[in-house]
């Protein structure tokens, strides 16, 4: 039976300095990509790399967003998917032309891979940038740690229509011993892609490190929320300005806003749009009935 509950899970592999994550997403990813019928090469890796954002965000202490984007000249131009550090995703895809049958790759074509921290918070914003080079996300990934000189990093992503779910093995810092790090990422890179998407984390675990002392903590649950709003959407058509939007509302009666993210429609008519840029000015002394 495949895991029912979207839940990140750490470990810790005793008398080791190693440390890994085990995540399943199941409604969230459905939710996630419900808004959009993306082509099938698309949306398995937008749910690797939604995936992949949960994990990377549970091994940073922030308060605020981790997004990872990829922007490129093949047929998947663009994807941006964002964890917060109150354990909620969010993820799109945007792609033009023929995608059927294309290797990863040939997908994003020459492409950067972006990784950003905004803290919620005053705080300094990081981001690293790299050319995204690999057979698949999680290769790039793991040329991203590697060329920041962050820990060593190893993730396996899995996705398919209904589920989605990715291993996690770092190196805790002032490792020095080379066979343990080895060893358990020869045991985790046995790990099928069946395996992530249908065994539960006691199961997994258990097959991959059988012959390891494995410490578990609770899990922390995972949900798809997306954190456009009434008033963020109001904010931003006053900041495009009454003229910029005056003709539209006059040829088509309303103003539409979608929302790529969940889908949600934001529709204006022709009182709301007077009402978004009403001014309330004061009447003149004397102009006040009684």
């Not at 808004?35 to 949960?54: C, D, N, S």
């Not at 969010?90 to 891979?113: V, Y």
């Not at 005053?122 to 990934?141: M, S, T």
């Not at 007077?274 to 102009?287: E, I, Q, R, V, W």
């Amino acid at each position: 039976m495949p895991p029912s509950a979207d839940q990140l899970h750490r470990f810790l592999i005793e008398n080791t300095k190693v440390r890994g994550e085990l995540v399943h997403l199941n409604d969230t990813w459905r939710a996630l990509h419900a808004p959009v019928e993306y082509p099938e090469e698309v949306r398995l890796i937008l749910g690797q790399a939604v995936t992949a954002v949960a994990l990377l965000a549970a091994t940073v202490k922030f308060c605020g967003n981790l997004s990872l984007q990829i922007n490129g000249n093949g047929p998947l131009h663009m994807l941006v998917v964002q964890a917060t550090s109150q354990s909620t995703v969010r993820g799109l895809a945007r792609w033009r032309g023929a995608t059927t049958g294309k290797s990863f790759p040939d997908l994003i074509g020459d492409a950067r891979l972006m990784l950003t921290i905004d803290p919620a918070t005053r705080g300094e914003r990081y981001q690293g940038i790299v050319e995204a080079q690999g057979c698949d996300l999680a290769e790039v990934l793991q040329g991203y740690f590697q060329l920041s000189e962050q820990l060593p990093t190893r993730l396996w992503l899995a996705a398919d229509n209904t589920r989605a779910g990715g291993l996690l093995l770092q190196r805790l810092p002032g490792d020095e011993d080379e066979e343990d790090w080895n060893r358990l990422s020869l045991l985790s890179a046995t790990v099928k892609r069946h395996e992530l998407l249908n065994l539960s984390a006691h199961k997994l675990l258990d097959r991959l490190y059988r012959q390891e002392d494995v410490r578990v903590f609770s899990p922390a649950t995972i949900s798809h929320r997306c954190s456009c709003s009434e008033e963020k959407v109001r904010a931003t058509l006053r900041a495009l300005g009454e003229k910029e939007l005056e003709s539209e509302i006059n040829q088509n009666n309303e103003i539409i806003v979608n929302c790529e993210f969940c889908g949600t429609v934001f529709r204006y008519d022709a009182v709301d749009f007077a009402l978004l840029f009403f001014k309330d000015t004061p009447s003149p002394a004397g102009d006040m009935c009684h």
